[in-house]
């Protein structure tokens, strides 16, 4: 028989679930030659969670996401997802976590022999073999439209501008139903009209999907739309982490000159 | 006299090192192709792109190097009275020879070149690390499809191009001395046997895996832009073509021995 006892026990573990972080970097280092890159940072993502890292150019921000999916492996410390320790994995068994994950690239790096739609459906086709030729076609339709791209589905990466391949990359970060979501510079080189568009689909997103996102960008306004908290990478080190009002606040005056810049 | 030593042991280094990465890239490849899913779609693709699109290179290098053959062997052969032997000695060197070189050669310049700029380009632009990202194995989607299609399809170039040198080998001789076709082939496989020409044809596998081995590696490794993916480009061909005549050495002295 269920008890009131258990009830309560079933709703604290997933409480705490929820609480326990997502993704959780712990002194991660990495150099390329003698250039320090990442110096031993900390950092902690939650579900339903949006994390900025900010910083100037060059300081890591894009190595950081590359090594929480794997692409790069740290010369020490962890990444942990869902409490496991992924560094060291082997290419399948990464693959088994990286199905959790969504990526959006700095340029988005569609396929470039691929159409639109193509691109969407590639990594439904392969990891979606449930699935039949019609139903993924509603998928990619679904995600396309989700991103304002419906229209565009035969078009060729080649055919569209930045703003709309970042659109289809996010699409295509989508397909899988991620838990956790990686987006590398996302308004980088986009005109503020565009750079707003793509600010208002990740917060409408995120409000639908609840999932743990890290945001790696130097544009502290966009920083500010879509993220909870706030960090700030020099020098390999984090130099702040909290809400903007943190660092509003702060006395550190790289903060300070950041702010000013920005 | 220091840096001179220095330099030469670090080429050493980068020599072995090279190796040992193509070794371990080898590995990764054939762990892949040999575990599901299987990319049968891609590798269809493939057998197509590297195939039937070789063919019309294939097919007229072929006819060139008949042609070059039979002008030199009825020269040489005449001047030692050995006419009669012309068939035969165009068949031997077509089939055993020039044939599966030729065909090598030809296809490590076209697909060589072209794998190794696809993927360059690929890496250079992300998209591999795309694939990745998306838990898809890169090794089984673009590696191994493109290296059995290599290794499937070189035999199968090697025939055409023996054919058309034949073909043509024949022609030309015609031209200056009315030779029938049915006559010149009955002449020219009166001594041969299975033998002769088969474990030449099919040493043609080997070169297929050393083109699409390299070419694929160079590839996936590219870094550094435009300039990354034309030394990834010019570094397939190139490897790939001495490696090919290289174990062409060894395959023949190995085939000589098997099938004396």
Known sequence: MVTTYDIAMKQSESKKEDSAPIVAVKELRKSFGDHIVLNGINLSVNRGETLAVLGRSGTGKSVLLRLIIGLEIPDSGSVCIHGQNIVGLALDQMGEIRKKMGFLFQHAALYDSLTVAENVEFPLAHHRRDMSRSERGDRVKQLLAEVGMEGDLNKMPSDISGGMQKRVGLARALALEPEILLLDEPTAGLDPISSAEIDDLILKLQRERKMASIVVTHDLHSARTIANRLALLDQGNVVIEGKYEDLQQSDIALVKEFLKQS | ?260
């Open chain 2, 1 to 260: 006299m220091d840096t001179a030593v220095n330099s030469a042991i670090g080429r050493v280094d980068s020599f072995f090192e090279w190796f040992g990465n193509l070794g371990i890239f080898f590995w990764q490849v054939l762990r892949a192709a040999v575990t599901p899913p299987y990319e049968w779609r891609e590798l269809i693709r493939q057998l197509d792109e590297v195939g039937s699109k070789s063919f019309p290179l294939v097919f007229a290098a072929g006819a060139a190097i008949g042609v070059i053959l039979s002008l030199e062997a009825r020269y040489s052969l005449t001047r030692f009275g050995a006419k009669s032997m012309f068939p035969a000695s165009l068949v031997y060197s077509l089939l055993q020879v020039m044939g599966p070189v030729i065909t090598g050669l030809m296809v490590s310049g076209r697909v060589g070149a072209g794998i190794g700029a696809e993927l360059a380009s690929m890496k250079v632009t992300e998209q591999i690390d795309a694939i990745e990202a998306s838990a898809i194995n890169p090794y089984r989607i673009l590696a191994a499809p493109r290296i059995m299609a290599c290794i499937l399809m070189l035999p199968l170039l090697t025939l055409v191009a023996d054919a058309s040198g034949l073909l043509m080998g024949w022609f030309a001789q015609t031209l200056v001395e009315p030779l029938s076709f049915h006559q010149f082939i009955d002449s020219g496989f009166k001594t041969a046997h299975l033998n002769s020409f088969l474990p030449q044809t099919f040493k043609t596998t080997v070169y297929g895996l050393i083109i699409g081995l390299i070419a694929c590696f160079e590839g996936m490794r590219t870094r550094g832009g435009a300039e990354g993916v034309g030394r990834a480009a010019t570094k397939s061909v190139v490897l790939a073509s001495l490696f090919l005549i290289l174990s062409d050495v060894v395959m023949v002295k190995l085939i000589l021995v098997v099938f004396p």
